[in-house]
Every structure is written in C-alpha cells, then in structure tokens.
C-alpha cells in the first residue's frame, strides 16, 4: 500500500518548550482551541496529511470514471465524496473508545478498504475501466484535474478546506492522546494555563519566509530542517544565513573555508584558512623561496641521476654494437675461408678433370689409328 503517511506508525516527538512561545488566546482557532470544558487543539502536521491521504483516496475513486464517456457529473462527485465523508464518521465513532490507538491508522485502513471496494464495483458497471491498478502519477494528476474543477461542480463538498475539516473532526472524534489533546478542566484558569502549556497548540515558524505551522511537540522536527531558518556560519566566519544555503557559502566565499597553501606542491603544509591566506603569503616569502631553493636541488640531483643513467645505457649500446660487429667479422672470415677453400678444391678437380679428359681423347685417338691400320 501506499507509504506517504509513514509518519503515521511512527515514534512522536517528546513535547517542545520554549520560553518564547506566544500563549494560544483561549478562543476556538482554525488548528484547534477550547470547546465545552476541553482543550481540542491536535497534531497539525498529522491533520495536514491525512486530509491529504482523504483527497487521494477519492481521487483514486474517482479516476475510475476516467474514460471520456463515463466523466463525473456533480452529483456523482459530491455523492461520492459525502458517501466517503459518511463511511469515515462511523468509523470514528467505532474507534472512539480506543484513545490508546492511532485513530489515524484506523482511518487509514478504512479508506484503503473503501477505494477497494468502490473501485471494484464501478469497474464492473464501467466496461471502459482499464483492468489494472492506476499509478501515482495517474492518481496525482485526476486529483489536480477535479481540484481545477468550477466551484459550482465540486468544490462545495470537495476542497482543500473541506478535506482538512473533516480531517480535524476524525481526529477530534477518534484521535489517540498522542494525535489530540483530550485534556478537560473545570474553571477557567486550569482553561489558561493549559493553553498556554498545551503541547498540541499550534506554532508558526519563527522563520518568516517559511510560515509552516506546527504543533509545538513537533516544532523541533521542523526547526531541524527547516531551510529558511537563520543559522551562524558552520565554520565560525560569523556570517548568519538561512540553512539552504549554508553549503554553498561553506565550500565558496566563506573567510574560513578551509584551504591549502598555493606552494603546497613546494611542501608547505601549512592549514589554512582563506581569510588567512593573504597574511601567510606575506609572512612565509622566505620559507617559500627556501623550500623552492629546495625543491631545484632535488630536481638538479635528480636530473643528474637520470643523466648518470643515460650514460651508463649508452655505454651498453656502443658496447654491444662493438661485440656485434667483432662477432660480424668473425663469421664474415669464417665464411671467407670457407669459400676460398671450396675455390681451390674446384680449381684442384678442374685440372683433374682435364687431364683425365685428355687422356681419354688421347686413347680414343690411338684406337681409332690402330682401327684404321688393321691391327684391330
């Protein structure tokens, strides 16, 4: 289910005091006041939200007519809304009896119970209804189109003052100790000096651009976060200004925002602040220029390692380049060698060859002469 009211199963707040807190005149008010012999002040930021959880649930209802053929007329607005108006009286009054218990979380519960089953039965009478679930940006933005609606069409009984009355007087019927208060007296000064010390009566934002009105209980809850409240400086410049934008002065133009020396990269680790800076720029010129004279040194030293390297490397080029051309020369000889003896040995079975050659024709010359003389 939906979780915006979270709020309504969670821990309330221990009650605010403050000396400064204006008294409640004893009259009826618009968050609540004195009726019969009781004080009928309550949880404002509660009221607030759960006349807001009113509104979506029938704007969930009533996004079933969504379809352009079944759009609400009036009267189906404003009968539906007494409908809920009415089924959400009865269950107060059910849960009258049960101070102890969130009367929110009863009335919660109801209505989730109630879209249900409202929704469930339009469906059936309405064919156009689209089968699945609306979702929270459908939900939100029916709730925007019936709240653009003329007066005339709805606003008589479906309004952001109607919703919060009704809020009011289910927490008023209803409501546990810690959503209203239900202290009674008998005199008018018991009446006074618990209006003045009520923890429920209403209290508005001591910031005048906010304007946010709460109970007192829940005053500090707010105060915490509210953006508009004036605070001094988290850095301690002195400057006062609003918490939202705290930030922003702390990381920009605030005097004491934290900073390092420009010469940091020289070794200066000197913390600073930026209204700082300027005085220690001045006073430090000489720790600057020694630490910068230092600095060079290293690099000198430095440089002349690297150099130290190169010649080293360099010596091993030129060496092993002399040990490969030793080496070329050697198998260049080698090779040399080799083939001047292949020379000689062909030039050796080259005469060789020649001479048995001759012999062979000089045989062949002496038989052929023989042959013709008649010895053979």
Not at 131 to 144: F, G, L, R, V
Not at 160 to 186: K, M, T
Not at 200 to 222: A, I, L, Q, T, W
Request: aromatic content about 6%.
């Amino acid at each position: 289910m939906d979780d915006s009211l979270e709020l309504f199963s969670s821990a309330v707040p221990s009650a605010f005091s403050k000396d400064d807190l204006e008294p409640v005149p004893a009259a009826l008010s618009a968050v609540g006041g004195v009726d019969s012999g009781r004080c009928t002040f309550y949880d404002v930021t509660l009221a607030e939200k759960l006349a807001e959880y009113i509104r979506r649930s029938y704007a969930q209802v009533m996004l079933t007519f969504k379809e352009p053929k079944n759009r609400p007329q009036p009267e189906t607005l404003e009968k539906t809304w007494k409908e809920m108006e009415t089924m959400l009286m009865k269950t107060a009054e059910v849960a009258k009896p049960d101070r102890d218990k969130r009367g929110v979380v009863v009335i919660k519960r109801s209505l989730e119970l109630w879209v249900s089953e409202k929704k469930g039965t339009l469906s059936r009478m309405f064919s156009a209804m689209k089968s699945k679930d609306s979702n929270e940006s459908e939900i939100a933005a029916y709730q925007a189109k019936i709240d653009r609606l003329p007066h005339t069409d709805h606003n008589s009984v479906y309004s952001e003052e109607a919703s919060n009355a009704l809020a009011i007087q289910l927490l008023d019927i209803c409501g546990s100790y810690l959503e209203h208060c239900r202290v009674e007296w008998d005199d008018s000064d018991d009446m006074d000096k618990h209006i003045s010390e009520c923890s429920f009566r209403p209290f508005s934002c001591e910031s005048p651009e906010c304007g946010v009105m709460v109970s007192v209980k829940n005053y500090p809850d707010h105060d915490s976060v509210c953006p508009w409240k004036r605070l001094s400086c988290e850095q301690g410049c002195g400057l006062v200004l609003q918490r939202q934008e705290m930030k922003k002065h702390m990381t920009t133009v605030c005097p004491r925002k934290p900073i390092s020396c420009p010469y940091k990269r020289l070794g200066c680790d000197a913390a600073l602040v930026l209204e700082t800076l300027e005085d220690h720029l001045s006073t430090a010129t000489d720790t600057h220029l020694w630490l910068a004279v230092l600095l060079l040194d290293k690099q000198d030293t430095y440089i002349q390692s690297l150099q130290q390297k190169m010649d080293e490397l360099m010596d091993i080029v030129e060496s092993t380049e002399q040990d490969l051309k030793e080496q070329h020369s050697v198998k260049v000889r080698a090779i040399e060698k080799q083939m001047s003896s292949l020379k000689s040995s062909i030039s050796s079975h080259s005469s060789t060859t020649k001479k048995e050659v001759a012999r062979v024709k000089e045989e062949q010359d002496r038989i052929r002469t023989q042959y013709r003389v008649g010895k053979i």
